[in-house]
């Protein structure tokens, strides 16, 4: 089964969250979906959502609590129903200047609250066109996950998005995203032995439900991580379908 997980991103009014989850409530698909609202849609989605769909947040602290305006810790996002947590998506990074070394701070935390992390990396089009993609995203799997060294099964997944990829419509080839999830598999395997080896591995960057299967396809791609096209409740169901 694949893991379809959607991110929402800064959208959704609430009347918007209300209509998606009453069109996908009771809707049958075949693979697992995933939510993550703006964290203050989380109960609200959980309310409606209905038991098949587990939501998350987008984000989180490293702390556990304490003076630190605007951010939501691990532990409340846990207490308010989430299922996981987004850390270290390119638009962290680039526009809130997130570090690795934070990231692996955010992901420890979540973690040791039993939220699911998915752990974003990916390289930009610079980097690409520098051959540079493997060593890239290596060394944020390296750097993001220090001091990581076991978690319960099934709670650490990594999402590949190619920075060029995201919300441009320029997909990265089924080749393109075999090649960088086949790499990783290796290196988590290289770091965690056969529990690496078992991290769903999720493709990001434009998956629209016309290219989805074929990227879904691929060996090691285990799920897709999905922006624009989660947002409407038709485009989102034909990927779950
Ligand atoms: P798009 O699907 O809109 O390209 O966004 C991808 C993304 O950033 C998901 O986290």
Same mark, same amino acid.
């Given at each position: 089964m694949k893991l379809i997980v959607g991110n929402w991103k800064m959208n959704q009014t609430l009347s918007q969250v209300k209509a998606f989850f009453e069109a996908t409530a009771h809707a049958s698909y075949k693979q697992t979906a995933w939510i993550a609202p703006q964290a203050l849609h989380i109960s609200t989605s959980l +309310?409606? @959502? =209905?038991? %098949?769909?587990?939501?998350?947040?987008q984000n989180c602290s490293e702390h556990d609590s304490g003076a630190f305006t605007g951010e939501n810790s691990p532990a409340s996002l846990k207490d308010a129903g989430a299922s996981f947590v987004l850390v270290g998506h390119s638009e962290r990074r680039q526009i809130f200047g997130e570090q690795n070394k934070t990231l692996s701070l955010k992901a420890a935390k979540a973690l040791s609250h039993k939220l699911a992390v998915i752990f974003c990396i990916g390289e930009t089009l610079a980097e690409r066109e520098s051959n540079q993609t493997l060593a890239v995203v290596k060394k944020q799997l390296r750097e993001g996950l220090e001091g990581i +060294? $076991?978690?319960? #099964?099934?709670? !650490?997944?990594?999402?590949? &998005?190619?920075?060029? @990829?995201? =919300?441009?419509g320029?997909?990265?080839?089924?080749? /393109? @995203?075999? #090649?960088?999830?086949?790499?990783?598999?290796? #290196?988590?395997? #290289?770091?965690?032995? &056969? $529990?690496? @080896? %078992?991290?769903?591995? !999720?493709?990001?960057?434009s998956v629209k439900p016309d290219n989805v299967v074929e990227?879904? +396809? /691929?060996r090691d791609i285990d799920g897709a991580l999905v922006g624009g096209a989660s947002l409407k409740a038709n485009d989102f169901l034909a990927l779950c379908q």
């Open positions: +309310s409606l @959502a =209905g038991a %098949k769909i587990k939501i998350g947040a +060294s $076991s978690w319960d #099964e099934g709670l !650490l997944i990594v999402a590949y &998005e190619p920075v060029w @990829a995201i =919300g441009t320029k997909v990265a080839t089924p080749a /393109q @995203a075999q #090649e960088v999830h086949a790499a990783l598999r290796a #290196e988590l395997k #290289e770091m965690y032995g &056969e $529990s690496g @080896a %078992k991290v769903r591995l !999720l493709y990001g960057g990227l879904m +396809s /691929q």
